[in-house]
């Protein structure tokens, strides 16, 4: 398979001034980054705000730890979600497009094969418009299809407080607490 059909992907719990979700994929050798406040869902009918970060390199993908204090972004990180996925948008003749030029055309639409995460998802760009009508930033939503992976029946993203790694199966605190106590 090449290296469009299949890429990895991960999402990071971030404990930082606000508790948010970092949602990454790697797209043209870095990882482009969102911030999801209320963290992804596999329910349809939670749309959730995804806010463009700075890009990152394809090594953060692994980070899991404790941001110094005097750093931008401090706090302490665990990765909630990892995998791979494959990019699914299409042109209206039903024609596959590169996921870059999806993404800079502003709706990208990919599959996830996650630890947690599985199925169709979307990201849509919006802007937030001011009240005097000037154009504000730009914003994004992520939206779970309604697959058969989508689940109905209960909220469709975990307390962060009591979330573990995907890939130590360690919480916030414990990594926190391990960071503290020199064992990082």
Request: negative net charge.
């Amino acid at each position: 398979m090449d290296s469009e059909s299949r890429r990895r992907f991960v999402v990071q719990i971030h404990d930082a001034r606000r508790m948010h979700f970092d949602f990454r994929l790697e797209v043209d050798g870095v990882l482009k980054s969102w911030a999801v406040p209320r963290g992804p869902s596999d329910n349809p009918s939670d749309k959730r705000l995804a806010v463009p970060t700075d890009d990152h390199p394809l090594e953060y993908r692994e980070f899991e730890g404790v941001i110094p204090q005097d750093e931008q972004g401090s706090g302490t990180v665990i990765v909630w979600d990892q995998g791979i996925y494959r990019p699914t948008s299409h042109d209206l003749a039903g024609a596959p497009v590169p996921f870059a030029e999806s993404l800079e055309k502003g709706h990208a639409t990919f599959w996830l094969d996650g630890a947690k995460l599985h199925g169709e998802f979307a990201l849509t760009r919006f802007h937030i418009d001011d009240q005097d009508g000037t154009r504000g930033p730009e914003a994004w939503l992520l939206i779970k299809a309604n697959d058969r992976l989508a689940v109905h029946d209960r909220p469709g993203t975990p307390d962060p407080h009591h979330a573990r790694s995907a890939r130590t199966g360690r919480t916030l605190h414990q990594v926190a607490v391990a960071e503290r106590e020199g064992a990082g």
